[in-house]
Nanobody, 121 residues
Framework: VQLQASGGGLVQAGGSLRLSCDSS????????LAWFRQGPGKEREFVAA????????YYRDSVKGRFTISRDNVKNTVYLQMNSLKPEDTAIYYC???????????????WGQGTQVTVSS
């Protein structure tokens, strides 16, 4: 599956952004999906994941209540709605896919290119 992320940009603290990740694969609905991020000088970290059906979602603690992951299996797109953004959310955000919901949160098989999110204070 090929993934293409978009929607990053510059936003003030407290603002919102919505990231999108489109897939060209015909088997999009068979994959669990996730978002990761890598801040300046930091390691890449898990942000959120969603099961194939979209019923169950998972988040790292620091984004719970602020970020929402969702998917549209008709449009072959996964989204990350980010609200109440903080300067520490500044990072390159990557979408990822794997057949397994546990693996997609740690070592997904497929990665999209990143999209930069910068939150100013």
């Amino acid at each position: 599956v090929q993934l293409q992320a978009s929607g990053g940009g510059l936003v003030q603290a407290g603002g919102s952004l919505r990231l999108s990740c489109d897939s060209s694969g015909r088997t999009f609905s068979t994959y669990a999906l996730a978002w990761f991020r890598q801040g300046p000088g930091k390691e890449r970290e898990f942000v959120a994941a969603i099961r194939r059906s979209g019923v169950m979602t998972y988040y790292r603690d620091s984004v719970k209540g602020r970020f929402t992951i969702s998917r549209d299996n008709v449009k072959n797109t996964v989204y990350l709605q980010m609200n109440s953004l903080k300067p520490e959310d500044t990072a390159i955000y990557y979408c990822a896919a794997d057949e397994n919901i546990l693996v997609v949160q740690t070592a997904p098989a497929y990665w999209g290119q990143g999209t930069q999110v910068t939150v100013s204070s």
